[in-house]
């Protein structure tokens, strides 16, 4: 049942899945907060949260004419699976833009709510904790790093002068630099292990989307091994090649 993520419905026509490490992260709330009932409502605020993310990336890749296979919500955060991308770099910074412009909304607009429900305790807590949660997804996701929403938004704005493959080449750097301090930072300010565990996530992100990006082109070669200096200009190349060679290259988003 969840080898693929138990699916819990469907939205704009996309089947929405709960990965089952999501076990993981309801217990760890619970023993942070000491109670299963709160423990569990927090990791389901968070979800939400996540899931209307995604919902954003998915409603404008739909209205791009893109086909979205699913949306995943996992213990790392969430996936929309995208099996084409718009063809246009500034359709991929928009569709990137979408998810942390619906976290920017639900973010302030809970901010003004919250005087309206100070009366209620239970309810005024969870209206402040899905504030919190959705500052932190607007913030995290602007980060100029692979997988992170910055890191398309960033290639999308230098394809524009660059090309698709050179602009990824630049981007995916800045994202293992990005890493590099987080992992640091993780391992000797009190050794943040979820930090850390996400710090190494971009590292391996930013060489697989360079990878699958060289492929779009039909090029060979390493990552930064293979290539000490950046490929060729690809300026005339305005948008990615077909992505079906045989079979469907999938394009993920991946939300903190």
């Known amino acids: ?48 949260s996540v899931a209307l993310h995604e919902l954003g990336h998915t409603y404008t890749a739909l209205r791009f004419g893109c086909r979205v296979r699913d949306i995943t919500l996992m213990l790392i955060g969430g996936r929309a699976t995208l099996l084409d991308m718009p063809r246009e770099p500034w359709k991929e910074f928009v569709l990137a833009a979408s998810g942390p412009l619906v976290s920017a909304v639900l973010w302030l607009g809970g901010r003004q709510l919250l005087p309206a429900v100070q009366g209620m305790p239970l309810l005024a807590g969870m209206l402040y904790y899905l504030t919190l949660i959705n500052r932190m997804l607007f913030l995290f996701n602007l980060i100029p790093a692979f997988p992170m929403d910055g890191g398309r938004m960033l290639r999308a704005l230098l394809a524009q002068r660059t090309g698709r493959l050179r602009a990824t080449f630049y ?86």
């Not at 939205?11 to 109670?35: E, K, M, N, Q, T």
């Not at 710090?199 to 060489?207: C, E, L, N, T």
């Not at 091994?225 to 077909?242: K, L, T």
């Open 171 to 256: 981007a995916s750097r800045i994202g293992r630099a990005v890493a590099i301090l987080m992992g640091l930072w993780a391992v000797f300010h009190g050794f943040n292990f979820f930090l850390l565990l996400i710090a190494i996530f971009i590292y391996q992100s930013a060489g697989v989307e360079y990878r699958m990006v060289q492929a779009e082109a039909g090029m060979g070669g390493g990552f930064f091994g293979g290539y000490a200096a950046p490929p060729p200009d690809d300026r005339v190349i305005i948008s990615p090649p077909p992505y079906r060679r045989g079979r469907d290259i999938a394009d993920v988003f991946k939300d903190l």
């Open 1 to 48: 049942m969840f080898q693929n993520g138990y699916q819990i419905g469907r939205v704009f026509g996309v089947p929405i899945r709960l990965d089952w490490s999501l076990i993981i992260l309801a217990i760890y709330f619970s023993l942070s907060v000491g109670s299963l009932i709160l423990g569990v409502t927090a990791a389901a605020l968070l979800m939400l």
